[in-house]
């Protein structure tokens, strides 16, 4: 890191940006990497503000969690700077995929060592995401679960409102355009991945990497809530497309269109609707992993 600026970017609205700042900013100091912030105040997006200080900065720093990444990788794709992950969010599912230590200190020991790797990036109509894009009960999570919630129960949070959901959650009808074919499914939920982890735990697929070129979609075609909640283990542990009523495969490219138009979810941000045309970005952008 000698010689190199990085651009610090902290959430202070991530479950531990606000209260790990003082500690972010000496643990840099003693790794011998400099920094610069944005001026308190300035109304810019993270990834405007990447984009602002090419030539000015050597590689972006981001503290929070997937959502916090997520408003900056379009910054990082169009400039190409290498990303460190600081994981103060609630569920750091990213950082879990490409095997981050979630201890402050030792994250930053990885940004200081230098050593980095090209990831993917799925898109969802052009916005791209880290882990998973989902249709559907995820979704609907995603809108119910405030900031608020977040930062006062954590994990727990996801629980608390996904148990009130689930109970009155209903099937919606989707047509898939993917590999030369179209299918019509009903479903509960219908999940994009591009890395192995989501939702505070959920694995998209068991083998799933964000460096294997490939989207991982599965849909689930459940029609009772209890069914769902016999699922949750397989869903954790990625080997829900064993089960009857999980549809699961592997593509490069698929369209997914819905009666109305629905929410897409990206990374726990709701950023797009259907219908949606997803695409993967190979070796899109460089992380500083272990």
Not at 149 to 159: E, F, S
Request: aromatic share 6%.
């Amino acid at each position: 890191m000698n010689g190199k600026t990085a651009l610090l970017l902290v959430n202070p609205n991530s479950r531990r940006g606000k209260e790990s700042l003082t500690q972010v900013r000496e643990l840099l100091t003693r790794a011998g990497i400099r920094y610069m912030e944005l001026p308190s105040g300035r109304n810019q997006t993270p990834s405007e503000a990447i984009k602002g200080r090419v030539g000015h900065v050597d590689l972006v720093i981001v503290g929070g969690g997937d959502g916090s990444l997520n408003t900056a990788a379009q910054g990082l794709l169009d400039t190409g700077l290498p990303l460190g992950v600081l994981p103060l969010g609630t569920a750091n599912d990213f950082a879990r995929t490409i095997g981050l230590p979630t201890d402050l200190p030792a994250a930053i020991d990885v940004i200081a060592k230098g050593n980095t790797t090209p990831i993917d990036l799925g898109q969802a109509n052009g916005h791209p995401f880290f882990n998973v894009a989902s249709i559907g009960f995820s979704a609907d999570l995603a809108m119910s679960l405030t900031e608020k919630a977040k930062n006062r129960w954590g994990k727990l949070g996801y629980g608390i409102v996904a148990a009130r959901l689930l109970a009155n959650s209903r099937l919606f009808t989707a047509i898939l355009e993917h590999d030369g074919r179209v299918e019509e499914l009903h479903t509960i939920q219908v999940a994009v991945g591009n890395g192995r982890f989501y939702g505070g735990g959920m694995t998209v697929q068991a083998a799933a990497t964000a460096t294997d070129g490939m989207l991982d979609f599965y849909s689930l075609e459940v029609d009772h809530w209890w069914r769902l909640l016999a699922l949750l283990p397989s869903l954790r542990k990625g080997t829900h497309g064993e089960w009857d009523d999980v549809r699961t495969f592997s593509t490069k490219d698929l369209t997914i269109r819905t009666r109305r138009p629905r929410a897409v979810n990206l990374d726990g941000e709701l950023k797009t609707r259907t219908p949606v045309k997803f695409t993967i970005r190979e070796k899109a952008i460089s992380v500083f992993v272990p």
